[in-house]
């Protein structure tokens, strides 16, 4: 899988350089490619993206937090983790209503309408 690979190439160069905000870039692109694979490969996706959620909180990345916890979200509800999907989704939408991100915020109230959560 090239994106995954990329992905990966990313990771490696990011780490190397020392930079948190590409390290956690490059974890949700991980992420959101294992999430996506045939078949979905969940738990490693949701490894890869609680690690970038880790490291965004780390440097206060706030709009790119809220990014990497909707698709953390997104990828639960793949998954069929509904209950596990409701925090990281209303992470999302405070954030993304905090920083002005209006298309993340619909779609973290649209998710969360999805799955019957407030």
Do not use: N, W
């Not at 999907?85 to 649209?110: M, N, Y």
């Amino acid at each position: 899988m090239a994106a995954l690979k990329r992905g990966e190439e990313a990771l490696a160069i990011a780490k190397a350089a020392g930079s948190a905000i590409a390290e956690a870039l490059a974890e949700r692109a991980i992420g959101r490619v294992l999430a996506a694979s045939p078949p979905p490969r969940c738990d490693e996706a949701d490894a890869h993206l609680a690690k970038g959620v880790s490291l965004m909180e780390g440097i206060g990345a706030k709009f790119e937090l809220a990014r990497t916890s909707l698709a953390q979200g997104r990828a639960r509800i793949a998954r069929g983790d509904y209950s596990g999907a409701v925090e990281p989704i209303q992470r999302a939408l405070a954030l993304s209503s905090e920083c002005g991100l209006k298309r993340e915020a619909a779609a973290a109230r649209g998710l969360l309408a999805e799955i019957g959560a407030r």
